[in-house]
């Protein structure tokens, strides 16, 4: 039997607050930019942002609290209002990450070491059912080449 996922996108009231002009990561507000080309990954509602479309770019942490591996990075939202991903796979876009970084995290938000892998996009789905089916390993991050923050994976 295959394990169920649940895949989210950012939470809906941090989105509200970034777009409200509140702090990112840096303490800094968001910038607003105009999207190019078609690599402009929203992480609340996990679709890409339209070219020509507006979005904001900001600092994020992705991790409860401060501690040695809470990464903070660049991400991008769509600067207006959107639905927030929820569902139990990722977006079918993801398959034309590549490659992807993908990792899981222990129930102390440290990096477990022995699941990080660079992967083609199609093959994250499997990855994450993988290492999600080892109880130490609490959540799973995908980020893109360039290490920015996509996605949490957990078990449904
Ligand atoms: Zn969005």
Redesign the pocket.
Known sequence: MSMELIVRGIPTGHAAKLRGGGPDANGQPALVRIAEGKANP?R??L?LIEEGGEKLVFSYRPFPRPQPYAEAGPIF??ARD?ARYEGDGLPAWFAYLSPAIIRGYGHDDWIRYETAQVLPGAELEAACRRILANPEVAYVHIRSKFNCFQCRVERA
């Open positions: 929203c609340h509602c679709q939202l769509h959107c």
